[in-house]
């Protein structure tokens, strides 16, 4: 059920089409924000053409509930794991998550190597910033 506050000002019909408007926006932020491995899965085989030549091989993505870290890349086996609460960010900082554990696969230690990878993300240093910022404001209402 959702409850709509329009303005007294507006007439009858155009409330009714602002009402169905605002709802369907509503509707594809909230399927934006639901976890969906479906769509983490088609995201890093985008981010794998796009950055890496295709080259990357996995055996699973999906979402995992994780509360202290955003993302886990199981080097071994080939799976990546995306912290749940994760869906809620924007797109661009997702990708970022999804690079991040797609450069796990070649590299497991956070070395030069492995930030080589990482930085094929034109956005990746911006998107570091935005987590850091998300992490620390998260530490100070806890
Ligand atoms: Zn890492």
């Known amino acids: 059920m959702l409850e709509l506050l329009v303005p007294s000002w507006m007439p009858h019909a155009e409330r009714q089409q602002w009402a169905e408007k605002m709802s369907r926006r509503l509707e594809r932020r909230m399927e934006r924000s639901r976890p969906s491995d479906q769509r983490l899965m088609e995201r890093a ?8 030549a295709g080259r990357l091989r996995w055996t699973s993505i999906g979402y995992a509930e994780m509360a202290h870290t955003w993302g886990s890349c199981t080097f071994t086996v080939g799976a990546i ?3 749940k609460r994760a869906a809620a960010l ?11 554990e797609l450069a796990h ?12 990878l990482e930085s094929r993300y034109p956005l990746a240093e911006r998107a570091k910033g935005y987590l850091m910022a998300l ?5 100070e209402s806890s």
């Open 105 to 116: 696969l070649e590299h497991s230690e956070h070395a030069a190597a492995f930030h080589e």
């Open 81 to 83: 794991r995306i912290a």
């Open 135 to 139: 992490d620390a404001a998260a530490l």
């Open 90 to 100: 924007p797109d661009w900082v997702l990708d970022y998550l999804l690079v991040h």
């Open 45 to 52: 085989r985008t981010l794998n053409d796009r950055h890496f």
